[in-house]
């Protein structure tokens, strides 16, 4: 049986039941049988990898609620415009077809204007939506569509581009968040245009994707890949370019009001140089931290309900920060210490402090 609504064998039923009864006082509105079964089969409906799984993601959904990003929150502009991909239209089945011009994306300029957990929103923000879309779409057909297409055309993609910590960490961040939160999301991804250097960064990340994801790539250089593009999609959905018969109304098949052309981002939008606590604040503390040095800065919370914030940068390096309530014999840490690799930006973070005392 197919683990699908409607194909359940009788083992697949009862884990399906098991889960309904071990979660029936934390599942979320949205959180129909459609989406335990993504779960479960991406775990092989064995039950304790399953409860463990939607355990964490019902975690992450306290930090990242639904209702939130579908109601609320609105990505920054320069994201909107140079990350987030439109949907194209819709493959032979209904689902929805994203394609992505990785290639030409400035990615390292991203990573220089925007703070990575803004990314990390953004993306969930992105992935939402998406499902959402889904849903009306499938009340629109009658035919329940749960999966996604992606086009990722590499055509243009170097090194310079890529080769960052940072980027990197924030592809391992991506590929975390889809395959532990969005389980059986994924219909096809063609990654096309693929260049020499592919396969060598292909190895970084292929642990981290299950075997099901694996099965879902296909991975294609310059050639092959049109003729398979429209084995799943109708010509009409695709600029000519990418193998289809569309074109912008001006004829232009290269269709740049569909697939964006990113233009590297202006220097003068990074955060370097912008800084969110008020530097002329006297209550603003400004330290350097020398190489493989620490730093304490002393604070006292004389009222109840006191932020106590941080901004730091750093350059090709690591930092950790913490904080806790230093008084008595065994300090209380209430932020845990966090690694930060700030390179190029400002990272910043905050603490509601609920009692007076003394902190650092």
Not at 47 to 68: A, G, Q, S
Not at 231 to 240: F, G, K, Q
Request: glycine fraction near 6%; charge should be neutral; charged fraction near 30%.
């Amino acid at each position: 049986m197919s683990g699908y609504v409607g194909d359940l064998s009788p083992s697949q039923e009862e884990a399906l039941k098991q889960m309904k009864e071990i979660f029936k006082d934390e599942m979320l509105p949205r959180h129909d049988d459609h989406l335990l079964l993504q779960f479960l089969r991406a775990r092989r409906f064995d039950l304790k990898k399953t409860e463990d799984m939607y355990r964490r993601h019902l975690e992450f959904r306290k930090e990242f609620p639904e209702d939130y990003f579908l109601n609320e929150y609105a990505p920054p502009k320069i994201l909107a415009e140079h990350l987030l991909p439109p949907i194209v239209g819709y493959d032979k089945e209904g689902c929805p077809v994203r394609l992505v011009p990785v290639g030409h994306q400035d990615i390292k300029g991203l990573l220089c204007c925007v703070r990575r957990p803004e990314i990390r929103k953004c993306i969930t923000w992105f992935l939402d939506t998406d499902k959402e879309e889904m849903r009306k779409r499938s009340k629109e057909t009658g035919v329940h569509i749960e999966k996604r297409t992606f086009i990722f055309d590499l055509d243009g993609l170097s090194l310079r581009q890529i080769y960052r910590r940072d980027v990197y960490e924030l592809a391992i961040s991506f590929i975390k968040l889809y395959e532990y939160n969005y389980p059986e999301n994924l219909k096809m991804a063609f990654i096309i245009n693929t260049p020499s250097f592919f396969y060598c960064l292909f190895n970084m990340f292929k642990a981290l994707l299950s075997e099901d994801t694996m099965k879902k790539l296909k991975i294609y250089g310059c050639n092959g890949w049109k003729e398979d593009l429209r084995e799943h999609m109708d010509a009409d959905i695709l600029p000519v370019i990418f193998g289809g018969t569309r074109t912008d109304p001006d004829g232009d098949p290269t269709c740049p009001s569909l697939v964006r052309v990113f233009n590297p981002i202006p220097k003068e939008l990074y955060l370097r140089n912008v800084n969110c606590l008020n530097q002329e604040d006297e209550n603003v503390c400004r330290v350097v931290v020398g190489r493989r040095s620490k730093h304490s800065i002393p604070l006292k919370v004389d009222v109840p309900g006191s932020t106590v914030g941080w901004e730091v940068e750093c350059s090709k390096c690591d930092i950790k920060v913490s904080l806790l309530y230093s008084e008595g014999k065994c300090p209380e840490v209430v932020v845990k210490p966090k690694v930060i690799n700030s390179d190029y930006g400002l990272e910043n973070g905050c603490y509601l402090a609920e009692r007076t005392g003394k902190c650092e």
